[in-house]
């Protein structure tokens, strides 16, 4: 049995770092704030990969340089595999990317734009370093749930989330695939499970995203067979001792996570 994973999500823009809700943005505190009042370092003990995610529309090149500035900061407290993403759209972004501390990249507009150049990414990088983002909304429709993708930030309706586009997700050189909920983000209301049935043909290792608030919402997500990881991105809920209660309720219902020295 391979060993299902705990992210955690931080979105970034103009030096901060912000909560999201519905995919509106609330500026929080910059990298300072979140190693001082959340002990990021210690908080990182407790998850197996940190997503960090460019949020910011039409960066500047300034921008660019403030991003990764911040990262490698950052990076100076974490020891576990990171995952970068925002306005990936071009080789150049890639490599800066894993120039400074990537291990993967995350996809997301790019995939239905040019889907050949996450090709090429991965010819050169190899699959397992690309991580695709789906965000999506579902749309009762004559009583019958429809399931939307969303690109640029949620803005743009991309395609219907059928088994056409489950094929052309299993077609993607790509290592594992996100799921993240618009609808759930950020109210801690749980993380909507519906759409997991329909997603029974991904042959990607599946991530679930949007609308974890309680380690309860968490180990119930992981303890589905067709579900790899949880990722949340939920500051106030989860930093401090939130995701250490995350990881010790998983471990209670009896998932299989990795297992860290302090755990031991």
Same mark, same amino acid.
């Given at each position: 049995m391979i060993n299902k994973r705990i992210i955690f999500? /931080? /979105?970034y823009a103009d030096g901060f770092f912000h909560l999201s809700r519905n995919f509106r943005l609330q500026k929080v505190g910059n990298v300072e704030w979140i190693k001082n009042n959340y002990g990021f370092g210690e908080t990182c003990n407790f998850i197996d990969e940190l997503i960090i995610t460019f949020v910011k529309r039409n960066p500047t090149f300034e921008d660019y340089i403030q991003y990764f500035d911040d990262i490698n900061k950052l990076r100076k407290k974490i020891f576990v595999p990171i995952i970068l993403g925002g306005r990936i759209m071009s080789f150049k972004n890639v490599k800066n990317c894993f120039l400074n501390g990537s291990?993967?990249? /995350?996809?997301?507009? %790019?995939?239905y734009n040019d889907p050949g150049k996450i090709t090429e990414f991965s010819n050169y990088y190899g699959k397992q370093a690309i991580s695709l983002m789906v965000d999506y909304k579902i749309i009762n429709e004559k009583d019958k749930l429809k399931f939307i993708s969303y690109k640029n930030c949620?803005?743009?309706? *991309?395609?219907?989330?059928?088994?056409?586009?489950?094929?052309k997700i299993n077609n993607l050189p790509c290592g594992e695939v996100i799921f993240n909920s618009i609808?759930?983000?950020?109210?801690?209301?749980?993380i909507n499970l519906d759409i997991v049935k329909?997603?029974?043909?991904?042959?990607?290792?599946? %991530?679930?995203? *949007? *609308?974890a608030g309680k380690p309860e919402h968490i180990s119930k997500t992981l303890k589905l067979e067709k579900v790899s990881g949880v990722v949340t991105a939920n500051l106030f809920n989860f930093l401090g001792? *939130?995701?250490?209660?995350?990881?010790?309720?998983c471990f209670v219902s009896g998932i299989k996570l990795p297992i860290f020295d302090e755990e031991i």
């Open positions: 999500s /931080l /979105l291990d993967k990249v /995350l996809i997301n507009t %790019l995939f949620g803005q743009d309706v *991309g395609e219907n989330i059928d088994e056409k586009f489950i094929n609808d759930n983000d950020g109210n801690g209301s749980g329909l997603l029974a043909n991904i042959k990607k290792p599946l %991530l679930m995203m *949007g *609308g001792t *939130g995701l250490k209660k995350a990881r010790e309720e």
